[in-house]
């Protein structure tokens, strides 16, 4: 049964093909909607011809200070399962001027404010793959014009190609004025035979052998890659997000999430380090992989983290007679 149609309430004013299943949209509502935090997300939603009104969350990429004249949007096109929700094979069909609906709540707590806090003097590391990139530039362009510099943040960011970084040149200028690399964009794919850059999933390069590099470019220093000096925020699919975390457990992050605190053990006194936005539902750790479980408590161990395996809770005695 086809949904509800959606009533359109704004206006896509600008289209930029990245590639041709990358883009950065800008929508202007009817009515401009009010400020929002960077990190956070709206709602668009266009209609479909057999399934009716389709909608989809998308974090806003542009900084407040945008909002009166737009949201700015970094999308990518879902091939697969491209049954699910076609909202993305839509808008890659759109142009400029074309109506679509854009609810006019903002939402979402993946922001300064509601994890570490928005006075954190730690150094802000932005972990992002593909599109999740999108809460992390809201970030710091919003710095940027406040300020004019983008100091307390550092970005890495993954992609398939080196032409998929999308806001690279932008971030680049912004970012990398000093002698530290505060934006570092990584490829699995390195296509071109000019790419000097890093190479391998974003992920990778928080494993023993290669973080030591990364916290040298990042101007850290030798083994000042810890929770003392920074906080981790990471965006994006569920592999880069587990890897990051498992790999930063051995420098004695801790997420902020309840279920990974409750998984591994991990002393309620002890504050976390590390967040993440999910762009999929996968589970982050599997909660029936013991071995991972336990390698993840070792890790913690290491640095001095009383986490502890649950117990789990014995289940309840029969009643006689019962």
Known sequence: MASKPVEHNATITHIQKITPTLAILRVKGDTPTGTFIPGQYAILGLNHPEKGGVMRAYSIASAPHKHA?????????????????????????????????????????????????ASDPRLKILVASGTGLAPFTSMVFEKFHNTGNADGYAIIHGASYDYDLGYRERLDDIMNRGAAKRYIGTVSRPKHLDWTGYTGRVESHFEPGKIEKLEQDLGLGEGGFNPQNCTIMICGLQGTIQNTITN?????????????????????????????????????????????IEDCISRLNKCGIAAVKPIPEAAPAAVAGA
């Open 69 to 117: 004249e737009f949201l700015e949007f970094y999308i990518r096109y879902v091939q697969d399962p491209a049954s699910d929700n076609p909202l993305t094979h839509l808008l890659f069909q759109a142009n400029e001027g074309d109506r679509v609906l854009m609810r006019p709540k903002i939402q979402g707590h993946f922001t300064e404010e509601r994890t570490m806090g």
């Open 248 to 292: 930063l457990l051995y420098r004695g992050f801790v997420p902020g999430d309840r279920k990974l605190h409750r998984m591994f053990g991990i002393p309620e006194d002890v504050k976390p380090s590390l967040y993440y936005e999910q762009y999929d539902t996968t589970p982050i750790i599997d909660p029936k992989n013991e071995a991972l």
